[in-house]
């Protein structure tokens, strides 16, 4: 079940695509929009973390640090993020813990394929409680940016 608005956002730690260690708590004091997203290499997913590239200046002019999410291993991550040129944190959650916390994650995807985060954002605000939360179960669709502007800009 996806995490409610109000709700304290669960701790996690995850492994950078710099293979460093990254837990949410590690941004504490800044809000936090925390993307999940199926793979990397795909288009949706590409689309998606290419617009939060070249729009960071608008979550930035919002106080808020941009974190995205996969079950991809740090290592296809950093590739992805080298090729796309993101600039801000990917985590692998190849674990699958974080997803599963979150609500964001399909037992069955596509291709037979089992275990995948499912698209989502979430705003975590400086004090780590949930402001706004979209778990979207067609991988297809993207989240509402503007939803997610608004959210942070109410904080």
Known sequence: MALQIGEQAPDFML?????????????????????????????VCTTELC????????YEGLDAQILAVSVDSPFTLAKFKEDQR??????????????QDYGAYYQKFALGLEGVSKRSAFVIDKEGKVRYAEVLDNAGELPNFEAVKASLAGI
Do not use: C, H, W
Not at 27 to 38: C, E, M, Q, T
Not at 87 to 97: A, I
């Open 51 to 58: 617009s939060m590239r070249d729009n960071i200046a608008d």
């Open 86 to 99: 993101l600039n801000f944190p990917l985590l692998s959650d190849f674990n699958k813990s974080a997803s």
């Open 15 to 43: 492994i950078s695509s710099d293979k460093e260690q990254v837990y949410l708590s590690d941004y504490k004091g800044k809000n936090v929009v925390l993307l999940f997203f199926p793979m990397a290499f795909t288009g």
